[in-house]
């Protein structure tokens, strides 16, 4: 298989800003900025605590921590469910990220193309004295036919080996890989209103309590895999934007096999012109002590080369990952 590759969010719409965007509410500012509403000072009206607040409904809230955003309301939804608006006073989405990641390993196949070049090996005898545990005392190649072995020839009480040929030829690859969808499970979407410290003790929020479709809980974010400060917004939880796919199956390969050609065989013979005395040894195996006359020839049928390879089996390989994680912390 190929590299990893990045896939878009397929649930994103295009008019989204997706993780790595925020609205003016939800997002964070500029270092030396004037103050945004919700970070001003509450007015005199304030100052005796948080009646004014709740008289309307409303907690008095801790505003993010540095380097985070909020607060937001936090909506839960199947992936593949329609993206809603944000409902007021909530009306703002600055982030939509996932979870779940659903991504089941490649689908694998090797099969092998017709066999090319298809043939035999070389095939050899070897002499053994005086039995087959005995030292080599001759090699010999052995072509089709009867193969003469010379002078007094070799003696029926030697070892005798037969190596065969082994089938030759190569066959095309055929891989085949699929890989079903990876997908997230479940879509979420952070949304943000516009929220003062009016009727707050100093430093603090005043924002309505989160209710259907909203989680029951106020949360703050930041872009990255990060940990959650304070004892504000405890619960944390790590969402996702886009998935990296390194799903695969290992190579695909076609190997001859590695037998002898079919029908391979060795007849040992007394008789010069291999017509008599004769004594077959099987392939792969040694024989000795045959008794009777010397060895003359040697009779040898190659076989046929195979006709097919033999396909690897073949297992996937790497997985599908989730990337550009967005950190929710929220309160308990």
């Known amino acids: ?6 896939e878009p969010n397929p649930y994103l ?47 008095c809230i801790a505003p993010p921590p540095q380097g985070f955003a909020g607060p937001v309301a936090w909506i839960e939804r199947p992936a593949g469910a329609p993206l809603e608006a944000c409902p007021e006073p909530f009306g703002l989405a600055v982030v939509v990220a996932f979870s779940e990641l659903s991504a089941p390993p490649a689908q694998c196949n090797c099969a ?27 090699t010999r190649a052995l072509a089709p036919g009867c193969n003469v072995v010379g002078g007094a020839g070799w003696t029926s009480s030697s070892g005798f080996q037969f190596d065969p040929p082994l089938g030759e030829g190569g066959c095309i690859p055929l ?17 943000a209103g516009s929220f003062s410290s009016e009727g707050c003790a100093f430093g603090k929020l005043c924002v309505p309590t989160p209710s259907d479709p909203f989680h029951a ?15 504000d917004y405890p619960v944390r939880t790590v969402l996702y934007d886009e998935i990296e796919d390194e799903r695969g199956c290992e190579q695909c390969t076609c190997a001859v096999p590695s037998e002898p050609c079919t029908g391979a065989a060795m007849v040992l ?12 040894v099987p392939p792969g195996t040694c024989e000795d002590d045959l008794g009777g006359p010397n060895i003359a020839g040697v009779l040898y049928v190659e076989g046929d080369p195979p006709r097919a390879c033999e396909p690897a089996a073949v297992v996937p390989k790497g997985e599908a990952t989730a990337t550009e994680p967005v950190t929710l912390c929220c309160s308990s």
């Not at 298809?118 to 545990?133: E, M, R």
């Not at 013979?269 to 077959?280: K, M, R």
Request: contains cysteine.
């Open 112 to 138: 092998c193309g017709a066999i090319g070049n298809a043939g035999c090996g070389d095939a050899s005898i070897v002499h053994l004295t005086g039995s087959c545990a005995g030292a080599v005392q001759d």
């Open 217 to 231: 809980r106020w949360c703050v974010w930041r872009a990255g895999d990060v940990s959650c400060p304070g004892d």
């Open 175 to 191: 891989p085949s890989v699929e890989r079903p969808p990876a997908t997230f499970l479940t879509r979420h979407t952070a949304c």
């Open 269 to 280: 013979s007394t008789a010069t012109n291999c017509a008599s005395g004769l004594h077959e």
């Open 13 to 59: 719409p295009a008019s989204s800003s997706g993780a790595g965007s925020s609205g003016s509410s939800g997002g964070t500012r500029d270092e030396g900025s004037p103050p945004t509403e919700t970070e001003a000072e509450p007015s005199s009206t304030s100052h005796g605590g948080e009646t004014s607040c709740a008289s309307q409904g409303h907690s």
């Open 1 to 6: 298989m190929p590299g990893g590759c990045t």
